[in-house]
């Protein structure tokens, strides 16, 4: 008889910051036994790669109820952990979005009076208030500016950490370097996974492999509408400070929908809100970023933020996204497998989302009513036609 040592209430698949959001809500809900496998180190997946931003602003307004409570968790951190090492590393500089006349203007003001509506607190700024805040920043053909004031950026791989030591405060087993290379199951009811280093049993498994979930389908044969695609982000050094005081910016009117924050000091992290490059398999390895893109990148920041037309690089790297065809979440049980429970398609959001994903994943998981209804995230919804679709077109805005 095999030994009890390897049975476990739930295994989780993946260590980034949805896998350890998951593994402590397991546990902080009762959960004796929980197991999570990682291929590489806790944190070092797509995770490491985020830029950190946190805001409520969404135009799918379900995004908006999970972003809400996420930000709740993010600026109490320790408190909701119970552990007074936490940190989230977070910077509360709020953030601004603004479009010009043109397509984007119904979407962003329908978007944020769905903010307000949700009890968000949302500033509707002049372009004389909004460079208070940003000064560095022009705003003379915005025909509406938006101010989140309970927005900023944190740490993920901060974050990542502080879940993944409360959780084993809590008992909760992490095993580093393993990669799960098959779902087990019995009668097409899951049992366990087996691994690079042996069978490990449990009556559910909650997948949070990222850009990797594809291998999902591999293991059931139930189809996993998923792409890696490859994104880019620079940071700019400038002849003026971009501090952490001045909030976080998104401006709508340029070509790439550009994101905004400080790097510290004169330095600007920026980035593209709109397609980036398909890949064709998971690959979660450094991808080239030319000149040529940072000079077509640089020109759009100096039309937004004139003084940085003299600005130089000063790093760059690229960062993966798991794209689902509506730019948002699978989120739940897959019906088809009972027992599996599944959160991948995050597209860009996971950071923002994930102590509350973590939450309803695990309520999930063990059977309890979720505080979010995860219906509009079902897999179901891409055969259904009842897609999550953003108003700002394909981007990280959904």
């Known amino acids: 008889m095999e030994s009890l040592v390897n049975h476990f209430d739930a295994i989780v698949i993946g260590a980034g910051v949805i896998g350890c959001s998951v593994a402590w809500n397991l546990a902080a809900l009762g959960a004796k036994r929980v197991l999570v496998l990682e291929?590489?180190?806790?944190?070092?997946?797509?995770t490491a790669q985020s830029s950190g931003i946190l805001r409520t602003h969404y135009s799918v307004p379900e995004n908006?109820?999970?972003?809400?409570?996420?930000?709740?968790?993010?600026?109490?951190?320790?408190?909701?952990?119970?552990?007074?090492?936490?940190s989230t590393g977070l910077v509360r500089c709020g953030y601004l979005i603004a479009t010009p006349e043109g397509p984007k203007l119904s979407p962003l003001r329908a978007a944020l009076a769905a903010q307000q509506a949700c009890g968000i607190t949302v500033e509707l700024l002049t372009p004389a208030a909004a460079?208070?805040?940003?000064?560095?920043?022009?705003?003379?053909?915005?025909?509406?500016?938006?101010?989140?004031?309970?927005?900023?950026?944190?740490?993920?791989?901060?974050?990542?950490?502080?879940?993944?030591r409360a959780a084993?405060?809590?008992?909760?087993?992490?095993?580093?370097?393993?990669?799960?290379?098959?779902?087990?199951?019995?009668?097409?009811?899951?049992?366990?996974?087996?691994?690079?280093?042996?069978?490990?049993?449990?009556?559910?498994?909650?997948?949070t492999q990222n850009i990797w979930s594809q291998e999902l389908s591999q293991w059931t044969g139930i189809a996993v509408p998923l792409a890696p695609e490859r994104h880019k982000v620079?940071?700019?050094?400038?002849?003026?400070?971009?501090?952490?005081?001045?909030?976080?910016?998104?401006?709508l009117g340029s070509a790439g929908m550009l994101y905004c924050r400080s790097y510290g000091g004169r330095q600007m992290l920026v980035s593209e809100g709109t397609v980036g490059e398909t890949l064709?398999?998971?690959?979660?390895?450094?991808?080239?970023?030319?000149?040529?893109?940072?000079?077509e990148l640089g020109e759009q920041v100096a039309a937004r933020f004139p003084s940085f037309a003299e600005a130089g690089l000063a790093?760059?790297?690229?960062?993966?996204?798991?794209?689902?065809?509506?730019?948002?979440?699978?989120?739940?049980?897959?019906?088809?497998?009972?027992?599996?429970?599944?959160?991948?398609?995050?597209?860009?959001?996971?950071?923002?989302?994930?102590?509350?994903?973590?939450?309803?994943?695990?309520?999930?998981?063990?059977?309890?009513?979720?505080?979010?209804?995860?219906?509009?995230?079902?897999?179901?919804?891409?055969?259904?036609?009842?897609?999550?679709?953003?108003?700002?077109g394909s981007g990280a805005v959904s």
């Open 39 to 46: 291929r590489g180190q806790i944190g070092s997946g797509t």
């Open 64 to 86: 908006i109820v999970l972003a809400r409570q996420s930000w709740s968790v993010f600026e109490n951190f320790a408190g909701h952990l119970q552990d007074e090492d936490a």
């Open 131 to 164: 460079t208070e805040l940003l000064p560095i920043c022009r705003f003379d053909d915005a025909a509406l500016i938006g101010f989140e004031p309970d927005a900023g950026f944190a740490d993920a791989y901060l974050v990542t950490t502080s879940y993944a």
């Open 168 to 207: 084993r405060r809590l008992g909760v087993k992490f095993m580093e370097g393993v990669g799960v290379e098959q779902l087990l199951l019995d009668q097409g009811r899951v049992t366990g996974v087996a691994t690079t280093q042996g069978t490990f049993h449990a009556p559910v498994v909650v997948s």
């Open 234 to 251: 620079v940071s700019l050094e400038g002849p003026q400070a971009y501090s952490y005081q001045m909030p976080v910016y998104k401006d």
């Open 280 to 295: 064709l398999q998971p690959d979660n390895e450094q991808g080239d970023i030319s000149m040529d893109y940072v000079a």
């Open 315 to 392: 790093s760059s790297w690229t960062g993966v996204y798991d794209v689902t065809p509506d730019w948002n979440p699978v989120l739940g049980p897959i019906p088809e497998v009972p027992g599996l429970v599944v959160g991948f398609g995050f597209s860009g959001h996971g950071f923002k989302l994930s102590p509350a994903v973590g939450r309803v994943l695990a309520q999930s998981a063990l059977g309890l009513p979720t505080e979010v209804p995860l219906t509009p995230y079902a897999l179901e919804r891409f055969r259904s036609g009842a897609l999550l679709q953003g108003s700002y």
